[in-house]
């Protein structure tokens, strides 16, 4: 499943501090588990058995970040060469929902999206896995 959510903020926790960006662009955020339908070999069963899928997947999120300072993209790059684990969270400010990705690891190095920016500030695609996942819909 994906959800888009274009306005909103985000942030994350490295330790006991937290960051928040200045702006981000659009999260997408994939959820991993499935519900699936089989049935045997000859075909014949009308009602099929249910399947999990996905169980063994991490939950992904990519985070389209805009406008980020040279420092604390340093830190995430750092964080994506230690391996270090934060917490990343986004909030959708139409309706106040959003996830939690706990104890996350950054799958992808981030790379700033356009090479004529400035130095002062970055623009580049963060990529999170995580399989304790808390989500907060709100409508």
């Not at 999120?61 to 995430?76: F, K």
């Not at 139409?94 to 920016?117: L, V």
């Amino acid at each position: 499943m994906l959800y888009q959510i274009s306005d909103g903020k985000a942030g994350f926790t490295l330790g006991s501090t937290n960051y928040e960006f200045s702006d981000i662009d659009s999260i997408d955020y994939t959820y991993s588990k499935k519900n699936n339908l089989t049935r045997g070999a000859s075909g014949n069963n009308k009602v099929g058995i249910l399947v999990k899928e996905g169980l063994k997947d991490a939950d992904m999120a990519d985070i389209r970040i805009t406008d980020c300072s040279v420092a604390i993209y340093n830190l995430l790059e750092n964080c994506f060469k230690n391996g270090t684990r934060i917490n990343v969270w986004f909030i959708d400010n139409k309706t106040g929902g959003g996830f939690t990705y706990k104890q996350a690891i950054i799958t992808d190095k981030p790379r700033q999206a356009q090479i004529a920016e400035g130095i002062d500030a970055l623009n580049f695609m963060l990529k999170v896995k995580s399989f304790d996942v808390v989500d907060k819909i709100k409508e």
